[in-house]
């Protein structure tokens, strides 16, 4: 008995039990939190975290659920989160050559039927931003409140900060198409394509927006402040949150700040 008690104790030792280790959560990759949908053609796949309303994250162009990383733990305490992967992107894979953010928009929404969930607070980042916007435009009873960080209403240097959008004009003008050859590579460049030549959103149909709506995005981002603030002003009830000496990502690199903004923006103790 006292051997069996002895190698127990070692193997907590090991393993780091009592030592107050943080728990690293694999999102994306989490196949206790993680299940696929049937959406639309493809199987969607999706992690849920915690309880309470529904809020949906949405994230950007290649990216996955990981992209939340820094987010999800935070919300989970009062939300259920609802993170997905975009069709073409993370598991939930489509070998279609076609795609656009009203395509996705419509796989959200398709998403929520499946759960049950008949509305969804909604956050989303860079192209998850887009998506955001496009999801409460097309499917207005879908979303109670969005917050939308790092978003672009059309494709060009008007949008993008001009330095940026040249090395993608270098990218789509030097890339020989017949050199693509796997999966992989045919869809990177459906991924790109869809941010060269997408979106096409006229400022005003913003207006048709009507659940209230928090427009972020930093002062060094790589859409331009002033497209931002166009963004913010098109849409009836929206707030404006420009975050200082910050870039792209700015719920990466102000991740506290970040989640208790949007929380508090959500719950309604942040008003206008």
């Given at each position: 008995?006292?051997?069996?008690?002895?190698?127990?104790?070692?193997?907590?030792?090991?393993?780091?039990?009592?030592?107050?280790?943080?728990?690293?959560?694999?999102?994306?990759?989490?196949?206790?939190?993680?299940?696929?949908?049937?959406i639309r053609g493809i199987r969607m796949?999706?992690?849920?975290?915690?309880?309470?309303?529904?809020?949906?994250?949405?994230?950007?162009?290649?990216?996955?659920?990981?992209?939340?990383?820094?987010?999800?733990?935070?919300?989970?305490?009062?939300y259920q989160v609802i993170a997905l992967?975009?069709?073409?992107?993370?598991?939930?894979?489509?070998?279609?050559?076609?795609?656009?953010?009203?395509?996705?928009?419509?796989?959200?929404?398709?998403?929520?039927?499946?759960?049950?969930?008949?509305?969804?607070?909604?956050?989303?980042?860079?192209?998850?931003?887009?998506?955001?916007?496009?999801?409460?435009?097309?499917?207005?009873?879908?979303?109670?409140?969005?917050?939308?960080?790092?978003?672009?209403?059309?494709?060009?240097?008007?949008?993008?900060?001009?330095?940026?959008?040249?090395?993608?004009?270098?990218?789509?003008?030097?890339?020989?198409?017949?050199?693509?050859?796997?999966?992989?590579?045919?869809?990177?460049?459906?991924?790109?394509?869809?941010?060269?030549?997408?979106?096409?959103?006229?400022?005003?149909?913003?207006?048709?927006?009507?659940?209230?709506?928090?427009?972020?995005?930093?002062?060094?981002?790589?859409?331009?402040?002033?497209?931002?603030?166009?963004?913010?002003?098109?849409?009836?009830?929206?707030?404006?949150?420009?975050?200082?000496?910050?870039?792209?990502?700015?719920l990466i690199d102000y991740a506290d700040?970040?989640?208790?903004?949007?929380?508090?923006?959500?719950?309604?103790?942040?008003?206008?």
């Amino acid at each position: 008995m006292k051997s069996v008690l002895s190698m127990v104790l070692l193997l907590l030792a090991m393993t780091g039990y009592g030592q107050n280790q943080p728990t690293i959560v694999p999102y994306g990759n989490n196949e206790v939190a993680g299940k696929y949908y049937n959406i639309r053609g493809i199987r969607m796949y999706c992690e849920v975290y915690g309880s309470g309303k529904p809020l949906l994250m949405i994230h950007g162009n290649g990216g996955s659920i990981s992209a939340f990383r820094n987010n999800i733990g935070y919300f989970a305490g009062k939300y259920q989160v609802i993170a997905l992967d975009s069709r073409s992107q993370g598991k939930s894979v489509d070998p279609a050559d076609s795609l656009s953010f009203e395509m996705m928009a419509d796989d959200e929404a398709a998403l929520l039927d499946a759960m049950h969930i008949n509305s969804a607070y909604v956050l989303g980042w860079s192209d998850g931003g887009i998506n955001a916007l496009l999801l409460a435009m097309r499917h207005p009873g879908k979303v109670i409140k969005l917050a939308s960080t790092g978003a672009n209403l059309w494709p060009d240097s008007t949008a993008i900060v001009p330095d940026f959008w040249k090395g993608d004009k270098r990218h789509f003008e030097t890339m020989d198409a017949s050199k693509i050859k796997t999966t992989r590579e045919k869809n990177d460049w459906k991924l790109f394509l869809l941010d060269w030549y997408q979106p096409n959103v006229p400022l005003k149909t913003l207006q048709s927006i009507k659940c209230p709506s928090l427009i972020i995005g930093g002062d060094h981002d790589l859409i331009r402040v002033e497209h931002t603030v166009q963004i913010f002003q098109s849409i009836p009830h929206a707030n404006l949150w420009i975050l200082p000496n910050s870039c792209h990502s700015t719920l990466i690199d102000y991740a506290d700040e970040f989640n208790r903004t949007v929380d508090a923006f959500f719950s309604g103790a942040l008003k206008k």
